[in-house]
């Protein structure tokens, strides 16, 4: 079996927007890495024993004097060291040389010049295969208010721009660099390329974090740790819990039992699309908790949306625990936590949407149930977690669906919960994603969705008045749902879509596209 934790990276997270990014093309690269606060303590760096380490960007001020530093260890292992941005500020501080305040602030795209030979990290890349002069132009995001003035001993410069006259440094002896833009953003088109020859050509990581080794690695471990045991999971039809029933159904075949609740206030006909695919399809042993009424009863007298989060959690502890206790010899729990939900209750990491998973986690489960946890997916970021969906047959329509909160429609109809209200919605919301899958504008926004407003607006059919509700269509386009731009989806679209609600749907009178980013709106309306 291949030891997929062989060749491991550090990345040590001095709270940049962008750490995630470095941790998740490092990984793409084949080599797996582990994201870290920069004070985590010199002990568990040196028993990490990393290969290399990452230093991140931040949003510190190295020209202050109880700015943040990478510990000294990082210094004394003889390992390769990479300082990005905030990184090579500090990298450059702590080794002699100097960082002043720049003049101008660089935000965005910005050229970098570097010198063929003059640096392994950088050298012979080009962003234009045509470009054949001896240096090069590489397109860069750069995002900084601070650059260094002057380079430790032993450095040399290996890039510049026009506003940074070190943007990039090295001591190729000790195998320090240090570069003042981001190669982990996209923007820069070559960031992969440089990543990789510090990953691989310099820290000579083998590549050994592969889909199918990642797969055989858990399928192996799970079996392992579960033995004969039981395990019980809670099947939500979302990425993750779908990802951890098909890999545990390969681990442990029959030992595996999933609970489906079908809460009254899922998408239309995810119930049975849910037993289609898991249970018919796959030969997964899923037991469908049908507890609409249960739910819509709870829902009945309450319009606050905190008060109808809170309803719908307890519902759902309700209605799981009754299906556990039904089954015997249940040892385990999986559940279908991912790595960004470990960093962000290790707070780790700033600046990352704090999905609310709670309910979904069944924390709230009896202690006496007794569970041990099996969290499969916990060192897996989301595009792992779909690549090995992929290969484990999961439909890409399943994993490549946007997001869908926990409290599902409960959060999308406003005020009082109904199920006449949940049926609209449900209609409404299916014509507005099947149209945007129609005009090939479904994976071109982050999320989208059909929002119920329980008001009464007037309309005219023929020669009759009528007052009937309101829909609202939302579509956002947002890269870690922090912040969001209301998606421009063609005024055609918006039209056609609109008409078939209205048309098609008895008792709506209207339809609305929100046009509110985020902020000072939130995504969902609550
Ligand atoms: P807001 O409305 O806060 O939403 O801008 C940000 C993202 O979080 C999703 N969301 C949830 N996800 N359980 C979830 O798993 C929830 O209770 C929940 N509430 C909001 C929302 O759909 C958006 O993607």
Redesign the pocket.
């Known amino acids: 079996m291949t030891n997929i934790h062989l060749n491991k990276i550090l990345i040590l997270d001095f709270g940049s927007q962008y750490t995630q990014l470095i941790a998740r093309r490092v990984r793409e690269i084949g080599v797996y890495c582990e994201l870290l606060p920069y004070d985590i303590g010199d002990d568990f760096i040196k028993d990490f024993n990393p290969k290399g380490i990452i230093l991140s960007g931040g949003p510190d001020a190295v020209t202050l004097d109880n700015s943040a530093k990478a510990p000294n260890i990082v210094f004394e292992l003889g390992v390769p060291v990479l300082g990005i941005c905030y990184g090579m500020q500090t990298m450059a501080t702590q080794l002699g040389g100097q960082a002043i305040s720049a003049d101008k602030h660089e935000y965005g795209f910005a050229q970098i010049k570097c010198e063929d030979n003059q640096c392994y990290l950088l050298s012979e890349l080009r962003d234009d295969t045509h470009n054949i002069t001896k240096h090069a132009l590489l397109d860069v995001w750069m995002s900084h208010g601070i650059k260094v003035s002057a380079l430790p001993e032993g450095f040399k410069l290996i890039a510049s721009t026009d506003n940074c006259a070190i943007a990039g440094f090295a001591d190729e002896k000790k195998h320090y660099y240090g570069l003042q833009f981001h190669p982990e953003v996209t923007h820069t088109k070559q960031g992969k390329h440089i990543l990789e020859r510090f990953v691989v050509g310099i820290c000579r990581c083998e590549k050994k974090w592969t889909t199918d080794n990642i797969i055989a690695n858990l399928i192996q471990n799970l079996k392992k740790q579960i033995g004969k045991s039981n395990v019980l999971l809670g099947l939500s039809g979302g990425v993750d819990s779908s990802v951890v029933a098909a890999l545990l159904h390969q681990a442990i075949g029959a030992q595996l039992t999933c609970v489906f609740v079908d809460n009254g206030l899922l998408r239309l006909n995810e119930g049975d699309e849910v037993m289609q695919t898991f249970a018919n399809n796959m030969g997964v042993k899923v037991i469908r908790a049908n507890a609409q009424k249960k739910f819509y009863d709870a829902l009945s007298n309450e319009d606050k949306p905190e008060a109808k989060?809170k309803i719908i959690g307890h519902a759902f502890i309700e209605v799981f625990e009754q299906e556990a206790r039904k089954l015997d010899n249940i040892k385990f729990l999986a559940q279908g936590t991912i790595y960004p939900d470990v960093i962000e209750s290790a707070g780790a990491v700033s600046g990352k949407?704090k999905?609310?998973?709670s309910h979904?986690n069944v924390g709230g489960l009896p202690k006496e149930l007794k569970f041990k946890l099996v969290e499969p997916l916990k060192e897996l970021f989301k595009d792992e977690v779909r690549q090995i969906g992929v290969k484990l047959g999961i439909p890409a329509h399943i994993l490549y669906r946007h997001?869908f909160?926990?409290?599902g429609l409960g959060?999308r109809i406003l005020g009082q919960v109904k199920q006449e209200y949940a049926g609209i919605l449900r209609l409404a919301d299916a014509i507005f994603i099947q149209e945007l899958y129609n005009h090939n504008l479904y994976n071109k926004v982050n999320?989208a969705f059909s929002v119920f407003l329980p008001i009464k607006s007037v309309g005219v059919t023929g020669d009759e008045r009528r007052y009937d509700y309101v829909i609202a269509l939302r579509a956002v386009e947002t890269i870690d749902?922090m912040t969001a731009r209301w998606a421009r989806l063609p005024y055609d679209f918006l039209d056609f879509v609109s008409n078939r609600i209205i048309n098609e749907i008895p008792r709506i009178s209207r339809v609305v596209y929100d046009v509110s980013g985020?902020p000072p709106a939130?995504?969902?309306w609550e």
């Open positions: 989060r949407a999905v609310i998973k979904h997001p909160p926990g409290p959060v999320q749902f985020k939130t995504i969902e």
